[in-house]
């Protein structure tokens, strides 16, 4: 028998019994899916109560796993003519409740649309279902001599239907760009259940950039069903260095001299103190604990000439009163020792996980010279709130991820975590830089898009919306502040300390 | 008035705008292009003017907003590998500024003397450095432009990561001014390489250059640039080069980066062509990146194509391209096939036939193939804008959203998004 999953949401009130609008949904979308790609037990439906962003919480009333793009389309139709919400999901990866199923509704989860239909080498292309898992994909061309160039940090767990969602970034951005430089093409489901396809194999269709709009859409479009993302060719190998410094400053002016000298790492990541002895306690990877911040330097591309390169950046590390620590030279980046170094980067936030109960991270940037003041700004906010911030980041592209460690059953810490990191994100507005890197507006962030935009533009953004999403049925309440078909609210569920 | 008034009238294909308007700073350009909207007047955005007839022909009388008086540095942080500039500035002024740093925006773009650098991203212009460094879409951050309402729409904005808002920046890229006047652009930049060089190699059938292509596609080195030429385009270049005059087909494959990666690479791809294969490393090289540009502009031609497709299927597009007595330049490492009228002329004759069987073979390669430029008389029989695909619809709609009163560039891209007010 299935429970009921809330008493919040968009079918709120109704008892589960036979003839309820939950069951008969439930029994239209088993008729769809098949009943063993439908969940609606409430102790099931738990999982799904939030994304990587535990702050709001909302239980969906139901989550179908389609596994075709027809299945996709009739739930979505299902969901118009039934007036139910729906909202898509891929790992649940999202850091800002990107995912979250703001008033409840239908929950589609795309895990289950995980095959790599289709690589092509010559042409640098495959063609993926949502769900595929990014690392996936990646194994799926090792030893082929190219390969998808996005790594977000968690892309051994974020699918690439979620980062196409979120536009989502890594530490490798610097030199190879965003998610969004390497999608050629989309096919999207219209919450009006349209199945259009955007770009494609080829580069530079006629008319306007589409891909280039549904990339970072946040869900708010539809349901992405397919991807078609761009290889790039293997480096023949690189160095990565950990420098070590005594002070945040001097690692950013470091930054600076790196990029004036005409040199463009393939990735530039800085950890702060606090996030060293985090790591460190985690992995010993010898990450020396007394340092006040450490760089990932990592260059990439020819053998040729990287000598020279690598030579400079040490050069300019110890001029700026750094020491480069590490060196390690690699052909592929399967090697152990850098694997171990990546490791202990992609996993910082699982490290801060044995020294507090819970952290929100936040993600904000600043160009690049303004580092050492938003910095500044991180420490005194952190003191004067009394929370404790760890700080490791995509330093390169300016793009901070200040982790605030709390208790979420403390309510008055979750206020101040709440706070501290408004004031960190206004100072990024203020500093000219913006409030979400790669991670996304979702729900934590709508109130600050009035800040980052003009009332004008945020208009321009809901007539895009309802360009695709006219009743506002897909991610409601996501994105944009108020608009069409979203319901104003201040907070979509119950608070994590609630 | 003066000669340089009436030139800036000119809208192409003989058409001329009803006056002009040169607004010197954006809170200007937002007056002027919601008062001649208000007044019901269609507005035609015009940079440097060396792109007026990529497209189609203006539809209705009109005001010209001529940007050029926009074309201030608003902000460049070299540090940041950013820039903020207003749009009307050429790329020429963009360049020497970048410059000053050691820096450059890595895109080719033809006349850059007068090509705005507005202009340049609204037609979503690239060249040979594609390749490597990517198309507009890729180097732009920010956007801020000026809608039929009258308003100033941003999007994006200065830092090299941002997700926040919807991506104005690339939806703006390649609208050729349907959905507004691009004001103000921030454009991602990168350090000016230590050296280029160019390795050319011969062919005389299109299927030997095919093969070549596919072993570049593999290769060790990491080209910038591939680029293959049929022997009129070639002409064109009006290189003076000891090359092999012999080949039908020219492939130059062009290098950037330090001295040490180039000179290994240079060397190390002549291994892999083999055949006829020659090194250009010295003070050419510079002219001949210049005169790659140019051609894609394909100065004197009347007509020109432009095919995207998947990069396996390039060499034989160009094929039969040539065959019809196109000259052809391929950016061929990113599918894009150019093909243009030289001074030996075309087969005119079925000429509509005989673009649409490319042309189908182009949309069978995943791809599509556009007349960025004919006569007037014969765009809707060429089929300017290619094959209709299934998210023009989508457009439509979006042009619908943003020009709310149907008054931007009217007749610009009238296949895909319809031509102007009253005519969605």
Redesign the interface.
Known sequence: MIARASNRNVLMGETMSVGSPVTALCSELERIVGPENVIAHRDELLVYECDGYVIEKSVPDVVVFPTSTEQVVEVVRLCGSRGVPFVPRGAGTSLAGGTLAVGGGVMVSLTRMKRILEI??????AVVEPGVVNVWLNRALAGT?FHYAPDPSSQGACTIGGNVA??S?GPH??KY??T??HVLGVELVLPDGQV???G???????????T??V???EGTFGIVTKVIVRLT?DP?GGRTFLGIFDTVDQAASAI?GI??A???PAALEMLDQLMIRAVEEAFHFGFPTEAGAVLIIETD??E???E??AEAIERIVEAHGGQVRKRIPWRTRKEPEYVAIWKSRKSAFGAIGRISPTFCTQDG?????RLPEIMRVIAEVGARYGIRIANVF?AG???IHPILLFDERDPDQVRRVLEASHEILDACIRL??????????GVE?MS??PR???A???A??G??????NPEGRCSPGK??PGGAGCIERKTPGRKASA | MSEALGAELDLGYGRRGTRVVRPTSIAELVEAVGTIAAGGESIYPRGGGTALEDGGAAEGPGVVVDTRGLNRVVDY??????ITVEAGMTMARLGATLAEW?QRLPLDAPQAERATVGGVFAC?HSGPRRFGW??P??LILGVGFV?S?G?????G????????????P??L???LGT?GVIAELTLKV???P?DSAFVWASYDRWEEAATAL?RL??S???PVAIELLDRRAGRSLGLDWEGDPQGHWLLWVGYE?????????VEAVRGELGGRTGVMADERVGRLWSGLNELTAAPGSRRRL?A?????AVARLAGRLAEGGWAVQAHAG???VRAFESLEGIETRDLAATIAAVRADAVA????L?VESCGEEEAQELGQ??AP????E??R??RQ??DRRGLMNPGR?PD??GVGSGRF
């Open positions: 092509n080498l010559r042409d640098r292309y001599g979120t536009n970034g951005t610097l760009g965003v969004v430089n259009v396809q955007t494609g194999v080829a580069e530079d269709d006629p008319g306007y950039d589409l280039g709009l990339v970072g859409n060719r023949e600076s990029i004036a005409g040199i463009v591309g020819l040729a000439g990287q020279a390169e940037v600043v160009p690049r010279t995509h592209d300016g793009n000219g830089g913006s409030v979400t890197g790669e991670h996304g507006i962030k600050f898009m980052l935009f003009t004008e533009s945020l321009a953004m007539r895009i919306r309802s360009v695709f994105l944009l | 942080p070299s540090g940041d590998m950013t050691g979503n990517g198309r879409r890729d809608t309402d308003e100033l729409i941003r999007g904005g200065r830092v090299v990561k941002n997700v926040a808002g919807y991506d104005f690339r939806l890229t390649g609208s959905l990168r350090p000016i230590e596919d596609n593999d060790r080195t990491r980066g330090n001295r040490a990666a180039v000179a290994w690479q432009r995207n497709v998947r990069p396996s990113s599918g894009i390669s995943g791809g599509n556009v804008w290619g695909r299934g998210d023009w989508l457009m709609r979006i959203a943003l891209m895909i998004v």
